[in-house]
């Protein structure tokens, strides 16, 4: 069974420019999360999908940031115009249904470096 | 606000010994679990093991085990027996409940550990 991925892995952008992050859950994981670790920080909750609604966005820094689940897949998160103080590595994570010991699988990240 | 931390920004070990990573956090909640991740160089969080504040036993999962003291408020992580492969970034993070029941992780900022041949 694939795991979580994100692509890209490593993205490099100036500043002002717009970038877009995709998260593939791990099929049937109703529950999609974005984190993100800004360099020797706590990794920061962003926003949490249930199926295709967002639930939770409280941690989602600013309007510049925009994320999307169409049809309950597949989510991007879009930067735009992307800023210095983005830089970082920005997680997804899925499970399944919520529970007291939820379990959440993460993907590899996507480095963001804005220059 | 719950939070959790983690004083020991790099720690190292030698091959076979036993390290203990701190972890201490707050939370007025009476029912909350913690977890712990590890990161490896190639970039994922491996969930590692969970404590649920209510469980008795300290948890435990092969070479890992949580040293759970509640009045304390810490959840130390314990790996036993350290493998080179053990060398990576862990984190400590706390469930917090949200309202309709959902989950939201709260991360400590991390402990690199280093296992030395």
């Known amino acids: 069974e694939a795991g979580v991925t994100q692509f890209p892995s490593h993205s490099v952008i100036e500043k002002g420019q717009t970038v877009t992050l995709r998260c593939d859950p791990i099929s049937g994981h109703d529950n999609l999360y974005w984190y993100r670790r800004v360099m020797g920080k706590e990794i920061k909750f962003l926003l949490h999908f249930v199926k295709e609604s967002k639930q939770d966005e409280s941690g989602m820094p600013n309007n510049r940031f925009l994320a999307e689940r169409t049809g309950g897949t597949y989510s991007t998160l879009k930067v735009q115009p992307a800023e210095l103080e983005d830089s970082g590595v920005y997680f997804c994570?899925?499970?399944?249904?919520?529970?007291?010991?939820?379990?959440?699988?993460f993907g590899s990240g996507t480095q963001l470096s804005v220059l | 606000a719950q939070k959790i931390t983690q004083t020991q920004p790099g720690m190292f070990v030698q091959e076979k010994e036993a390290v203990t990573l701190d972890c201490t956090y707050d939370t007025s909640d009476q029912s909350y679990g913690l977890f712990w991740y590890k990161q490896p160089s190639s970039g994922e969080m491996i969930f590692l093991i969970y404590?649920?504040?209510?469980?008795?036993q300290n948890a435990t999962e092969g070479r890992y085990s949580l040293n759970f003291q509640k009045a304390r408020k810490s959840a130390n992580l314990v790996i036993s027996a350290s493998q080179l492969g053990d060398s990576a970034m862990y984190f400590c993070a706390m469930r917090e409940v949200l309202s309709g029941g959902y989950n939201k992780l709260i991360f400590g900022a991390g402990t690199r550990l280093a296992v030395h041949p």
């Open positions: 404590q649920g504040s209510y469980d008795e």
């Open positions: 994570a899925s499970s399944t249904r919520h529970s007291t010991n939820e379990k959440l699988f």
